[in-house]
Antibody, heavy 117, light 107 residues
Framework: EVQLVESGGSLVQPGGSLKLSCVASGFTFSNYWMDWVRQTPGKSLEWIGE????????NYAPSIKDRFTISRDNAKSTLYLQMSNVKSDDTAIYYC??????????WGQGVMVTVSS | DIQMTQSPHSLSASLGETVSIECLAS??????LAWYQQKPGKSPQLLIYYASSLQDGVPSRFSGSGSGTQYSLKISNMQPEDEGVYYC?????????FGGGTKLELK
């Protein structure tokens, strides 16, 4: 069974940093591109970015570029999202997703990040 | 960015009714269109990919169609478990973008 489990969410002050993790199981992690998507409370979904299978290539949404970094450790089947210089607009539930046919076919349960002083 | 406009914003359907949700892209997306269902407190679940391909395990009463800039999701024979919010998403051009969502309720 495919499982994606995010962790690392918390309350963080504006301008601060936070690193989210997503541990994958039930499939060969190194064979799949992985994405991060966020959802603000009561609102729609926003694609953050993605990473290729070996971690050599990433793509990011303009809204977070240069502040967020996606990485992965295939030996640990773990995806990461390093968030820096966070803003109140970054308050959201963050999901990791497995990508197949340019689509997120499995999603984690999500982790809450709150940016507030 | 490609804008994805969903309609209607919300709708209610009776048991057994057929409903359709529309998604309009601001430019052609060559069928790189997915549909997701999200229930309260849960993560989105993939229903349809590449505009009309049914994800494994999804009931056949869900179907997708469309081309170019216009796409639709049809739910035949509405069931109580179909209540939720439905989102479309384009995977044609970065940044990938989602529609604003359509809330479906059982009448």
């Amino acid at each position: 069974e495919v499982q994606l489990v995010e962790s690392g969410g918390s309350l963080v002050q504006p301008g601060g940093s936070l690193k989210l993790s997503c541990v994958a199981s039930g499939f060969t992690f190194s064979n799949y591109w992985m994405d991060w998507v966020r959802q603000t409370p009561g609102k729609s979904l926003e694609w953050i970015g993605e990473i290729n299978t070996d971690g050599s290539k990433t793509n990011y949404a303009p809204s977070i570029k240069d502040r967020f970094t996606i990485s992965r450790d295939n030996a640990k089947s773990t995806l990461y999202l390093q968030m820096s210089n966070v803003k109140s607009d970054d308050t959201a539930i963050y999901y990791c997703t497995r990508i197949r046919v340019l689509t997120g076919d499995y999603w984690g349960q999500g982790v809450m990040v709150t940016v507030s002083s | 960015d490609i804008q994805m406009t969903q309609s209607p914003h919300s709708l209610s359907a009776s048991l057994g009714e057929t409903v359709s949700i529309e998604c309009l892209a601001s430019e052609g997306i060559s069928n790189y269109l997915a549909w997701y269902q999200q229930k309260p407190g849960k993560s989105p679940q993939l229903l349809i990919y590449y505009a009309s391909s049914l994800q494994d395990g999804v009931p056949s009463r869900f179907s997708g169609s469309g081309s170019g800039t216009q796409y639709s999701l049809k739910i035949s024979n509405m069931q109580p478990e179909d209540e939720g919010v439905y989102y479309c998403q384009q995977g044609y051009k970065y940044p990938w973008t989602f529609g604003g969502g359509t809330k479906l309720e059982l009448k």
